[in-house]
């Protein structure tokens, strides 16, 4: 009888790979593997992606770390995030210790931004703006342990959404000059919401958009509270500071909103006994009279009322300006030469003083028409259009989250797509804060707009959610992406979107026939598959 042998194993993991003769082998059948099943050509791995996939070996950053991260939640409180991160290198930590909505405020995502901190690429540490202060405190002390370990060395190029800006393409770095065209307020009277519909020129600027991308925008602070926190450090507006003014360097280069602990640091060293301890204790992260909350930049120096700092000194004490993002809400197939934008303006009482917002109030309030606008697009999001134009789409927008499916539904109307649109809008009052309301209409009207669902939180007596109507039409929801929907959410990422999730989850047990853990697993499918999409803030 004659024995049949077995084909060698073709090699495919470079001989320069730094695996043993055992190794290789393993890897070599693994892919062999890999190949017959799907059949097609191969080109053999380079040394980095062989060491990649190698169980226990080395990645780019010279750690084995696995890449899951189960601190990944935006729900999750940063003290529960840092305990899942315990035991993990430094890099994962300092991931964990960002706010986890890949928002992209600070020009990344989580992860990218953790490992250029670690790879000293990136030297700032506040930028993460939902993660704050507290995000801040954490990263400075994991950079601490950092500074006592030398700089992984990387292997590979720099992670995918750090991409080295070219000095045309108008980014964070490089912003380019937009045109403030027009607000409109969305809400009629007797809302108690200010939300203002915006427009921007970007003819000339060199800015191109896709929908689902963010607009990132340079605001300005309020000069009346310029002119306070100049009055109350006792100070000459005209100062000098790096080649600018005081007060110039105050009206765009730093934030006066929380009091960062540099500043209470400053305090600390200029004073003594009782004062100088509290300061020392507000800069360390505690609360000694039970204020830290609504201490904001001017209330701060009220507080340390008669000690003068140095104005240059103040100002290296306050962190950057940083830019604001918001959800796009047109679509450039209708006008590539301005973008528009739903903004909700921010107002609250801080003791006797009321705070604004220092983005939503420059847009809704204080920027004038044809004034400039240092702007740019944030394109690191994954958000956006299903490619198959006839693919069906369920929108989830409360409040402004209506924003970029105003801007998915234009789009459809321009390219003609044939895909069926479902949108979910929600907010406090029908007869006041139906944004769009006769764009929606029109639509609905074309057969753009397929089905409009609305659910109004205090028309009755009970509060009534998107969630709420999702789960009244629970059925027709579960024929929609059986017939393959991709689903989108935008809006608050603290409480509406986990709720979403949440009653999507039931919609599918109940409908589909699965029990809960098989409906979490399906909905955890669809987000793997990109049919399940999030822009959350
Ligand atoms: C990807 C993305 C898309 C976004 N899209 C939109 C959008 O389409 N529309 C939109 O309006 N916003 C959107 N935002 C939010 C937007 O970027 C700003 O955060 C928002 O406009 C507030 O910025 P601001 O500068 O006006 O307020 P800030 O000066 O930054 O003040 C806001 C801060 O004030 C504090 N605060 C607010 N209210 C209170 C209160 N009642 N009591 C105590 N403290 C309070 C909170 O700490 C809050 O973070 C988006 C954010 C992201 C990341
Ligand atoms: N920090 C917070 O507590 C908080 C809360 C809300 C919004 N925001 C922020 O405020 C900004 C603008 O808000 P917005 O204009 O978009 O409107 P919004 O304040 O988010 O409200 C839009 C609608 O959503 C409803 N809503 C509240 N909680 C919800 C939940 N758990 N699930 C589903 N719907 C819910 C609101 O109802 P009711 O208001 O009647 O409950 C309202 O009808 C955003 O940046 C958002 O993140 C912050």
């Known amino acids: 009888m004659s024995q049949s042998v077995a084909p060698p194993i073709p090699s495919l993991v470079p001989e320069t790979a730094p695996f043993s003769a055992e190794q290789r082998a393993w890897l070599n059948g693994f892919f062999a593997g890999l190949v017959s099943l799907d059949g097609a050509g191969v080109t053999a791995l380079s040394a980095e992606q062989s060491a990649a996939l190698m169980p226990g070996a080395t990645n780019e950053f010279g750690d084995t770390d696995s890449g899951d991260a189960p601190w990944h939640d935006q729900t999750l409180a940063l003290p529960d995030r840092m305990k899942l991160a315990e035991g993990r290198p430094l890099r994962r930590k300092m991931m964990a210790a960002m706010a986890q909505q890949d928002c992209g405020q600070c020009g990344y995502n989580c992860e990218d931004y953790s490992n250029l901190i670690v790879t000293k690429r990136e030297e700032r540490l506040n930028l993460c703006v939902p993660g704050g202060k507290e995000t801040a405190r954490m990263l400075k002390s994991l950079h601490e342990e950092l500074g006592k370990a030398p700089a992984p060395v990387v292997k590979t190029a720099e992670p995918a959404a750090k991409v080295v800006p070219a000095t045309s393409i108008p980014s964070r770095d490089n912003p380019a000059i937009g045109t403030f065209l027009s607000r409109a307020r969305l809400n009629r009277a007797g809302s108690e919401k200010e939300t ?44 000098p500071i790096g080649g600018r003014i005081l007060r110039e360097v105050l009206t765009d280069g730093v934030s006066l909103a929380p009091a960062p602990d540099m500043l209470f640091q400053l305090y600390s060293y200029l004073t003594g006994g009782a004062r100088r301890q509290k300061a020392k204790a507000l800069a360390a992260g505690e609360d000694p009279d039970g204020d830290a909350a609504t201490l904001d930049v001017l209330a701060a120096i009220e507080k340390f009322r008669g000690i003068r700092p140095d104005p240059e000194a103040f100002i290296e004490a306050l962190d950057p300006l940083q830019p604001r993002l918001y959800s796009i809400a047109s679509s450039p197939k209708v006008d590539a030469g301005r973008v528009a934008l739903t903004v909700d303006t921010v107002r609250y009482k801080l003791n006797t003083r009321t705070r604004l917002g220092v983005a939503s109030t420059f847009l809704g309030a204080r920027i004038r028409e044809n004034a400039p606008i240092k702007c740019y697009v944030q394109k690191a999001h994954a958000f956006g259009l299903p490619a198959d134009p006839t693919t069906p789409i369920i929108m989830i927008g409360p409040g402004t989250g209506v924003a970029p499916f105003r801007a998915f539904l234009q789009e459809r109307m321009a390219t003609k797509a044939k895909g069926r649109n479902w949108l979910f809008f929600g907010h406090q009052r029908s007869a006041c804060d139906f944004f769009y309301e006769d764009e929606f209409a029109g639509m609905k009207a074309k057969g753009v707009l397929t089905r409009l669902s609305l659910a109004w939180s205090r028309d009755g007596a009970e509060k009534f959610y998107v969630q709420d109507r999702m789960r009244e039409v629970g059925r027709d929801l579960w024929s929609w992406l059986t017939d393959g929907a991709h689903v989108y959410v935008c809006g608050d990422a603290k409480r509406m979107a986990k709720d979403v999730e949440r009653a999507l989850v039931e919609i599918v047990a109940q409908h589909g026939a699965r029990s809960t853990d098989q409906a979490i697993a399906f909905v955890a499918e669809l987000k793997k598959q990109g049919r399940y999409q999030q822009d959350v803030y």
Do not use: C
């Not at 896709?210 to 340079?218: A, D, K, M, N, Y």
């Open 196 to 239: 203002w519909h915006i427009e921007i020129n970007l003819a000339g600027s060199g800015i191109a958009y896709t929908v689902g991308e963010s607009f990132g925008l340079f605001p300005t602070n309020d000069l009346a509270l310029v002119d306070a926190v100049i009055k109350a450090l006792d100070a000459p507006a005209d100062f």
